[in-house]
């Protein structure tokens, strides 16, 4: 449910609302539009609490076809969020470009491929430390060692660093090293892990699930914002269709369909929705004429002996020639590259 306020509703009204929805043991969540202000009940409500809260002074208007996500709901907060990781802002008009390999396979492999992105323009480096993989005898990751090579070439490089996080019981040692933390495809729905990342101040690069809707999406989000940390930023990563012709299929749809359903920053991973480097630079440049606030792209120096996605990897010549394009692109939708 979402109650609108009128224009001159006074202090004492409003906290009057607020004071009569939480005494029926619900939350709230209050947002200011400029114009009005709008506040989210977050829990189930019943009749008697809506005909009360119509009569209330102040209230403009009850929705009670409002989301089931309230708090990433646009209803709610209108306008862009931006979430800023260092200097990197993501939502503002600079489209932001992570990139770096899928996995952190050595400490001079990673300084390779920070250093070649940093050189072509990304403002954000990637690298998995914890692998989520399909197969047990698959690289499963450095662990702490390949964090520990992060913030080296994080001390290098001067990009932020993002890596995945497969479980709450890694969150403090991974905090002591990145500066966002990643919440991979396949734990979307790991609602532990989703509200473990809520509470702590790190913000979150939540992916698509590939099985997903993208109602799901945003009520991942939700877990994460509910339980106490508003700085997601949201990533279509392409979802298993009928068609294998690529790794999975990229759904560009979804990132004006997000924009249309909450204010948090959306971004396209083209590298694990094409499955080969080919396809790559044509679906990055697509992501951003869709609208997409940003890219993760992998970049391998060596693509050939990648311990993991390598045939998806760009090599860092083909990072800089996707980066040219995609600055085209962007310019094209009256933004720039951060
Ligand atoms: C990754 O970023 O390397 C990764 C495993 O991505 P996803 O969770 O989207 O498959
Ligand atoms: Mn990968």
């Not at 403090?172 to 702590?200: C, H, K, P, W």
């Not at 980066?323 to 720039?336: D, F, I, P, Q, T």
């Amino acid at each position: 449910m979402i109650v609108t306020l009128n224009n001159g509703c006074t202090v004492a009204e409003k906290a009057a609302v607020i004071r009569f929805v939480e005494g029926q043991g619900l939350r709230v969540h209050v947002g200011e539009t400029g114009e009005a202000t709008v506040v989210s009940v977050i829990g189930n409500y019943s009749s008697a609490l809506v005909d009360g809260v119509r009569t209330m002074t102040g209230v403009e208007s009850v929705s009670l076809d409002a989301p089931v996500y309230p708090l990433v709901a646009l209803q709610s907060k209108p306008g862009p969020s931006v979430v800023k990781v260092g200097d990197v802002a993501f939502g503002a008009e600079p489209v932001v470009v992570i990139a770096g390999p899928c996995s952190v396979e050595s400490g001079e492999q990673l300084k390779r491929v920070a250093h070649g992105v940093a050189g072509a323009g990304a403002v954000m480096l990637r690298g998995g430390a914890f692998k989520p993989r399909t197969s047990p005898y698959s690289f499963q990751g450095l662990g702490e060692e390949g964090l520990e090579f992060l913030a080296e070439a994080r001390a290098e490089t001067g990009l932020a660093v993002v890596s995945e996080c497969v479980a709450p019981d890694d969150i403090e040692t991974m905090n002591r090293y990145v500066d966002m933390l990643q919440i991979g495809a396949r734990n979307m729905q790991n609602f532990r892990l989703l509200s473990a990342v809520g509470e702590q101040p790190n913000p979150v690069l939540l992916k698509r699930g590939m099985m997903s809707t993208i109602e799901e999406l945003l009520l991942a989000a939700e877990y994460v914002v509910a339980a106490g940390n508003p700085r997601v930023v949201l990533c279509e990563r392409g979802i298993r269709s009928f068609d294998n012709a690529t790794r999975s299929t990229l759904d560009l749809a979804a990132v004006p369909v997000l924009k249309e359903k909450t204010s948090l920053p959306v971004i396209v991973d083209p590298s694990h929705a094409a499955g080969r480097r080919s396809l790559v630079p044509s679906l990055a440049a697509a992501g951003i004429a869709a609208g997409a606030d940003g890219l993760i792209i992998e970049v391998h120096d060596r693509p050939e002996e990648a311990l993991s996605d390598g045939a998806q990897s760009l090599t860092l010549d083909g990072f800089s020639q996707t980066m040219e394009r995609v600055e085209l692109v962007a310019g094209a939708m009256g933004r720039s590259l951060a």
